[in-house]
């Protein structure tokens, strides 16, 4: 990559940080749940469309994702742009600044598309409904990684988990997650005049709920099982007729995910048929563990200021699940963290992460983090050797993700 197009590159964020700030500013000072995110919604169509960008609103039947594009043939690099909060504690996750970075990145790639005439196209594409709403699951059912070389996008974690020298880690795993919720159904009665005529789901859950706390003995240190009770019954003398349970599985890859729930459903069929009562299940929007490119991590990594992003350590610094690991399953993915200055006890989903997010120095971060993420970008655009690299070390990993590896 010659210096003239890095420069191009980080002049254009560097004129559009007006433009990228209140973005960021109009998103964390409007938290919006999944899929109600029609405020920053509106704010991307309007800041994008005047900066002379075609703009689809409502992208592939999303209500609340955008698309924008610019540039003709040649290699498809997309962004991802979340702004989804959570309820109660806002951008406790720091979506404001995913959609910085993506924004920065987007207009960075754009401008040396412009300059350069390079064949090439960049998307920025709004993907709302992360937290727990799968809604990059909808936008794949609906074409829009079809094509595509890479995706990227870059998610803020706890700063004061990373040595003071390291500002962020450019390979990151996350795992995948199985959501289920199982329903109980037994036989109301009386729980003085006539127990003895009732078929209690309740039982059914409890019993399930000890079966898994049993299991969790017998399985790999990386996998997690953890659930709620959704509906418990009414009232101490009602016999409990109809329950509910909500369970996420994870586990290391999608099909130990997979092979996992299959050993949990097991307790809750031993629960029902114990108790006398019937079952059901019913499947939430399960998400594939993040497998990302090594190709884009290591380009990350150059493209930073030298020594501030370690490639892979901490491996912990941001645990937990996304449906961007369903994005690494479409297309070589990057989906790497960088830190923001919280405190000890402030990590992400909490009210202290949300103040973090809202600083200008997190803003600042993020900034940097999208000029490296668009100089990755360019490179997949403009280095043909680099781009086939990527796409067979992709593919090869595929095949050991189809193997459950």
């Known amino acids: 990559m010659t210096q003239q197009w890095t420069s191009v590159i980080e002049n254009e964020i560097q004129a559009r940080n007006a433009e990228i700030s209140s973005i960021n500013h109009q998103i964390h000072s409007n938290p919006e749940l999944a899929y109600e995110e029609h405020k920053a919604h509106e704010a991307f169509v309007t800041i994008l469309t005047s900066l002379g960008f075609d703009v689809t609103p409502h992208a592939y039947g999303v209500e609340t994702s955008f698309s924008a594009e610019y540039g003709s043939g040649g290699r498809l690099v997309i962004f991802n742009a979340e702004y989804d909060a959570l309820p109660g504690i806002g951008h406790a996750c720091g979506h404001n600044l995913i959609a910085s970075a993506s924004f920065a990145s987007f207009l960075g790639v754009a401008a040396a598309l412009k300059a350069s005439g390079l064949p090439g196209r960049v998307r920025l594409l709004g993907t709302p409904a992360e937290e727990g709403g799968g809604g990059k699951l909808k936008l794949i059912a609906a074409g829009a990684y079809r094509g595509a070389s890479a995706s990227l996008m870059i998610h803020p974690g706890p700063g004061h988990n990373l040595p003071s020298h390291i500002r962020g880690v450019s390979f990151v795993r996350m795992l995948a997650n199985v959501k289920f919720r199982v329903y109980f159904t037994g036989k109301e009665s009386h729980a003085a005049i006539a127990p003895w005529d009732g ?14 706390s049993m299991l969790r003995q017998q399985i790999r240190p990386y996998d ?3 659930g709620i009770f959704r509906s418990a019954g009414d009232r101490p003398n009602v016999t409990p007729g109809n329950c509910c349970v909500e369970y996420y599985v994870r586990s290391q890859t999608r099909a130990q995910a997979e092979a996992l729930w299959q050993r949990v459903l097991k307790c809750f069929e031993g ?4 108790t006398g009562c019937q079952m059901h299940t019913e499947p939430l929007n399960s998400y594939a563990d993040v497998r990302p490119s090594a190709s884009l991590c290591k380009a990350y ?8 992003v370690s490639y892979d350590e901490p491996k912990d610094i941001l645990a937990g699940s996304t449906d961007m ?4 399953y479409e297309c070589p993915g990057f989906h790497g963290v960088f830190g923001i200055d919280t405190e000890e006890g402030s990590p992400n989903h909490t009210k202290g992460f949300t103040a973090a997010a809202a600083t200008e120095d997190a803003f600042a971060r993020a900034v940097e983090c999208g000029k490296g993420m668009a100089l990755v970008g360019w490179r997949v655009l403009t280095d043909d050797g680099f781009a086939d690299e990527m796409q067979r070390e992709w593919e090869a990993d ?7 590896k």
């Not at 690991?325 to 690494?328: A, K, Q, S, W």
Request: charged fraction near 15%; aromatic fraction near 2%; proline fraction near 2%.
């Open 325 to 328: 690991g369903d994005v690494c």
């Open 224 to 226: 997690r099982i953890h």
């Open 301 to 308: 990594v150059e493209a930073m200021p030298e020594g501030t």
């Open 271 to 274: 629960a029902a048929l114990a």
């Open 199 to 212: 078929v209690n789901a309740l039982d059914a859950v409890c019993l399930s709920y000890n079966a898994i």
């Open 398 to 404: 595929m095949k050991l993700a189809a193997q459950g």
